[in-house]
């Protein structure tokens, strides 16, 4: 690994750390800067030249100064004649941005795409996209992993007896059957409607889930509004208990608190891809890292292997 470069902006930090310890390699230092007019400067504090270079940003707020910051590494790296770049965004926030779905809207997740291509990454490493179709988006090399397995590990553990995997919605269900096979535990899903940002409507849930412990698996929970009203519809269905897995903790505002203040929610799980000092404090909250996933799949695009095993929830 010694012609990898591995550097991280402001949001990637504390991921890169974990991701480097796992490749055996050290974390290249970068200097973001900020000029008088509000402006952002990058510099890569390590030759790069002819090297395998990785930049680490994880798409999250301030949003807007983590990708740019990713776009001006890039740029330094491109400059500093890196044999091939890499951005590694755990989390790719403008993967809701997927559609036209209404007069004259933008469709944010394929402008950010064509950005970092632009910019100059050669190849995108990230995790659990939110619409399948922003993995289209993309013209260069894409990986998506995925957190099934991590999560999955987590789970079985617990009697899983009476448990059943929900899936929020129906776009879901895929993933969620993936998971639910992985624990040989029955699935279920809701169907949902979207009005906007914070107002959703499940009408129907397709499955039994009376008297049964439930794993909720979405891909990130932001706003909480989907868990909320799913939480209200389960209870209706006689639901025994409630457990909330998911790749992506946002947890915007005070939905993480909301959540848990449930009667019926055990306990919510989630990953590292959404850095925050804050989660670790919540007794019902478990992160669990899935740094060592993605140094995995560095170590495997380094030395030309497969990658798809890490990122096939049916693989083995």
């Known amino acids: 690994m010694a012609e990898v470069r591995v550097f991280a902006g402001t949001a990637g930090q504390r991921f890169a750390q974990k991701m480097c310890a796992d490749l055996g390699v050290p974390l290249s230092p ?9 402006c952002l400067q990058a510099q890569l504090m390590e030759n790069c030249r002819e090297r395998d270079v990785y930049l680490v940003q ?5 949003t807007q100064e983590n990708l740019m910051e990713l776009l001006l590494m890039i740029d330094a790296a491109k400059g500093a004649s890196a044999q091939r770049i890499t ?3 755990p989390h790719f926030a403008y993967a809701r941005s997927d559609k036209k779905d209404a007069p004259r809207i933008s469709i944010g997740g394929r402008l950010v795409a064509d950005l970092l291509e632009t910019a100059g990454a050669g190849r995108i490493l990230t995790m659990t996209l939110h619409a399948p179709q922003v993995h289209a988006f ?18 079985s553990s617990n009697d899983l007896s009476k448990t059943t995997v929900v899936s929020p919605d129906l776009g879901n269900a895929k993933p969620a059957s993936a998971f639910a096979k992985m624990l040989g535990v029955p699935v279920a899903a809701a169907a949902k409607e979207r009005f906007n940002d914070n107002r959703v409507e499940i009408t ?3 499955g039994d889930v009376g008297g049964r412990d439930i794993i909720v698996l979405d891909d990130e929970v932001a706003g909480g509004t989907t868990i909320s009203a799913l939480l209200d519809l389960l209870r209706e269905h006689g639901a025994r208990s409630v457990r909330i897995a998911c790749t992506h903790g946002i947890f915007a505002g005070d939905s993480l608190y909301r959540i848990a203040a449930d009667r019926d929610v055990v306990e919510i799980v989630t990953t590292d891809t959404v850095p925050s000092t804050e989660l670790v404090a919540h007794d019902k909250l478990t992160v669990i890292s899935v740094a060592s996933a993605f140094a995995e799949a560095v170590r495997r695009i380094h030395s030309g292997e497969s990658v798809s095993a890490l990122f096939d929830p049916t693989h083995v």
């Open 58 to 62: 994880p798409i999250i707020t301030p």
């Open 87 to 89: 951005a590694v965004m």
């Open 30 to 38: 970068v200097e973001i800067s900020r000029f008088a007019n509000d």
């Open 204 to 206: 129907s849930l397709i």
């Open 138 to 155: 993309f013209r260069v090399p894409t990986d998506q992993l995925n957190a099934l397995r991590e999560l999955a590990s987590h789970f």
